[in-house]
């Protein structure tokens, strides 16, 4: 069964930069897409960014565009290759919970599955 | 950026009852309408992808339907376990974007 198992909670103060991982489980990530997505408290999800594991290849929201950075770390051949989601300049309103997600092969497909989703806390 | 609109924001409801739920966008996005369903403490679980199919082991008391604006998902017979919050999300246009959501009550 494919399941993404993300990082633990992060707390960090305004003006810093956080990172999140997401690593597959029970299937090689190459040639998928890994969108991330977040969920601020009371808020609807808001997509961040998409990289194409097999050739790197990113997309990002507007709204994060120069704040947000997706990579991964190991060729995408092997199956511990992890996605990385780095956000910078937090400010409070970045406390959300952090979701990644696969859409296979499609840029726009839809999400599944997801990660457990990760907590990150911005507070000074 | 295309918004969608999710109606009502919350349905109170008995097991056994139906439930509708609407999903509008702000511009035709065809059929790229997707359904989420999430629960509380748990990542999203997707339901049904590109208007009316079901993904994989979703009972088929779940059903979408629509195309152009306007969206509907309708649970035949609350389980217990439908009770959630539902999410829907346009993959026509970038950014993609979701729904504010409705929660399903008892």
């Known amino acids: 069964q494919v399941q993404l198992v993300q990082s633990g909670a992060e707390v960090t103060k305004p003006g810093a930069s956080v990172k999140v991982s997401c690593r597959s489980s029970?299937?090689?990530?190459?040639?998928?897409?890994i969108q991330w997505v977040r969920q601020a408290p009371g808020q609807r999800l808001e997509w961040m960014g998409w990289?194409?594991?097999?050739?790197?290849?990113?997309?990002?929201?507007?709204k994060f565009r120069g704040r947000v950075t997706i990579a991964r770390d190991t060729p995408a051949s092997t199956s511990a290759t992890t996605i990385y989601m780095e956000l910078s300049s937090l400010t409070s309103e970045d406390t959300a919970v952090y979701y990644c997600?696969?859409?296979?092969?499609?840029?726009?497909?839809?999400?599944?599955?997801w990660g457990q989703g990760t907590l990150v806390t911005v507070s000074s | 950026e295309i918004v969608l609109t999710q109606s009502p924001a919350t349905l109170s409801l008995s097991p056994g009852e139906r439930a509708t739920l609407s999903c509008r966008a702000s511009q035709s996005i065809t059929t790229y309408l997707v359904w989420y369903q999430q629960k509380v403490g748990q990542a999203p679980r997707l339901l049904i992808y590109?208007?009316?199919n079901r993904a994989t082991g979703i009972p088929d008391r779940f059903t979408g339907s629509g195309s152009g604006t306007d969206f509907t998902l309708t649970i035949s017979s609350l389980e217990p376990e439908d009770f959630a919050v539902y999410y829907c999300?346009?993959?026509?246009?970038?950014?993609?974007?979701f729904g504010g959501g409705t929660q399903v009550e008892i």
């Open positions: 997600a696969t859409s296979r092969g499609l840029p726009n497909g839809w999400f599944d599955p």
């Open positions: 590109d208007v009316s």
């Open positions: 029970g299937y090689t990530f190459a040639r998928n897409i």
């Open positions: 990289i194409n594991v097999g050739n790197e290849n990113t997309k990002y929201s507007q």
């Open positions: 999300q346009q993959r026509y246009n970038w950014p993609l974007t």
